[in-house]
Antibody, heavy 118, light 108 residues
Framework: QITLKESGPTLVKPTQTLTLTCTFS??????????VGWIRQPPGKALEWLAL???????RYSPSLKSRLTITKDTSKNQVVLTMTNMDPVDTATYYC??????????WGQGTLVTVSS | SYVLTQPPSVSVAPGQTARITCGGN??????VHWYQQKPGQAPVLVVY???DRPSGIPERFSGSNSGNTATLTISRVEAGDEADYYC???????????FGGGTKLTVL
């Protein structure tokens, strides 16, 4: 059984850096073809893909947010970390991590709501 | 970057067929994936690679993709199908994942 769980702060101040951790089980990020992605969803709005990291450490970022995002992995801990700099109230959203399989997201975490406010 | 366009809402009576479209430039050349999201829950993959269903997804959910439009079809719609539906593709030119704007399915 594959599970993913997001963790991190629920509240960040404007201009701060957000760090979110995805802890997963049931698959290995050292297996060829496997990836873990981050997707966010502002309240009442659509899903937005943010970043993806592959088993071979290749990384992909949303073009519109690339300058603010960093994704890393710790294969031994089964974790993927996303950092987003210079947070703004418009970044208030539920952030999901998901297991990427051949370009689609087969398994999702429950999501974590991050509010950006002073 | 690649853009996917979905109608904001679709309404259907119970027992009828719902069709949710996803438009994109030559989307027929890409693999399209569909997710169902109910309020307060994470998305669930219901169709992948245009028309395949994950284990546990009812056969009532089907997909097609041709030209500039992909379609998610839900047959014999039930009240429990009421949800937001999102299409998603892989933009091979950039290796980006792209989501559509979502469609709210209302069961009348």
């Amino acid at each position: 059984q594959i599970t993913l769980k997001e963790s991190g702060p629920t509240l960040v101040k404007p201009t701060q850096t957000l760090t979110l951790t995805c802890t997963f089980s049931g698959f290995s990020l050292s297996t060829s073809g496997v990836g873990v992605g981050w997707i966010r969803q502002p309240p009442g709005k659509a899903l937005e893909w943010l970043a993806l990291i592959y088993w071979n450490d290749d990384k992909r970022y949303s073009p519109s947010l690339k300058s603010r995002l960093t994704i890393t992995k710790d294969t031994s801990k089964n974790q993927v970390v996303l950092t987003m700099t210079n947070m703004d109230p418009v970044d208030t959203a539920t952030y999901y991590c998901a297991h990427d399989v051949r370009s689609y997201f087969f398994d999702w975490g429950q999501g974590t709501l991050v509010t950006v406010s002073s | 970057s690649y853009v996917l366009t979905q109608p904001p809402s679709v309404s259907v009576a119970p027992g009828q067929t719902a069709r949710i479209t996803c438009g994109g430039n030559n989307i027929g050349s890409k693999s399209v994936h569909w997710y169902q999201q109910k309020p307060g829950q994470a998305p669930v993959l219901v169709v992948y690679d245009d028309s395949d269903r994950p284990s546990g997804i009812p056969e009532r959910f089907s997909g097609s993709n041709s030209g500039n439009t992909a379609t998610l079809t839900i047959s014999r719609v039930e009240a429990g199908d009421e949800a937001d539906y999102y299409c998603q593709v892989w933009d091979s030119s950039s290796d980006d994942r792209v989501f559509g704007g979502g469609t709210k399915l209302t069961v009348l």
